[in-house]
Each structure stands twice: as structure tokens, then as C-alpha cells.
């Protein structure tokens, strides 16, 4: 993780610019997605998708345990608002084990540090019924957590 371009990172997770190195572990987790019609994996697009991944760097990043584990990819849309969106994708051997609330407060943590933000818009897939249920009404009691519960 040396060379990579850190954006946050805590005792457990480590969140990464995207770059080059992720392109293998971030196609599998669009195939784990979108299964085998992911763009990604279309021998005449793919190579076009991943370009078009990287030239949004600034708002695409990949996810990693602190032991150098990928878990997935979380995006940031419309950055420039003061209620920006947070998007997350784990690869499905991630998924159900709390990862999704503590990246996601370590993420907005930062955003917020480098931008004045009032409330996130987070966005849940409709078939991710344990985050909605459960997960997402756990109280968050960090200070720059408040403005978006």
C-alpha cells in the first residue's frame, strides 16, 4: 500500500484512489454484479469501461483491510453539492460481516474534512435487505456523523 494513494484509513480499512492495480479485483467485483453481461468483461468495451473507471479516480476508490485484503469499491457523486452521494460495492465474500457501515463512516469522515457537506444521500441496493433493516439504523454517535443520519 506504500505506493498507492491513500484517502482515508483507520485500524481496520484502508480506502485507495483507484488506479491500474485494482483493475483485476474491481472486473470481478462488477462480475459478481452484473454476472457474466458486466461491461467489463466485453472483449470491445473493456478496455473503454476501465479508462473511462480511471479518468473519475477522483470519485471512484477501492476498499482494503488493513492486511492488504481487497473488499470492494465505494464512489462518491456530485462531490461539489452539500449532500453528495455514497455508493458501495463488496465483492460477495465481504458481504454481511459490517464492513458497509464502518467504510462508509470512515469515507464520509474524510469527505467531510475536505468539503462542507450537510447530509449524504447513501445509496442501498433494493436487494440488500440487512443493511437497510438492520445495519443502517445503528445509531452513529461521531460528531461529523450526525449530519447525515
Known sequence: MAEREIFASDSE?????????????????????????????????????????????????????TNGDYCGSIELQHSDSNMPEIGIDLLESKRNKGITPKAVRLFAKRVCEK???????????????????????????TPFARKFT
Open 13 to 65: 480499512f484502508i480506502i485507495c484512489v483507484i488506479s491500474d492495480k485494482d483493475r483485476i479485483d474491481y472486473v470481478e467485483l462488477h462480475r459478481q454484479l452484473n454476472g457474466e453481461t458486466s461491461l467489463y468483461l466485453n472483449p470491445l468495451l473493456k478496455d473503454m469501461m476501465w479508462e473511462q473507471t480511471l479518468n473519475h479516480s477522483e470519485s471512484v476508490f477501492s476498499l482494503f483491510t
Open 115 to 141: 468539503n462542507p457537506v450537510d447530509y449524504f444521500l447513501i445509496r442501498i441496493s433494493s436487494v440488500n435487505l440487512q443493511l437497510k433493516m438492520n445495519q443502517i439504523t445503528t445509531p452513529i454517535t
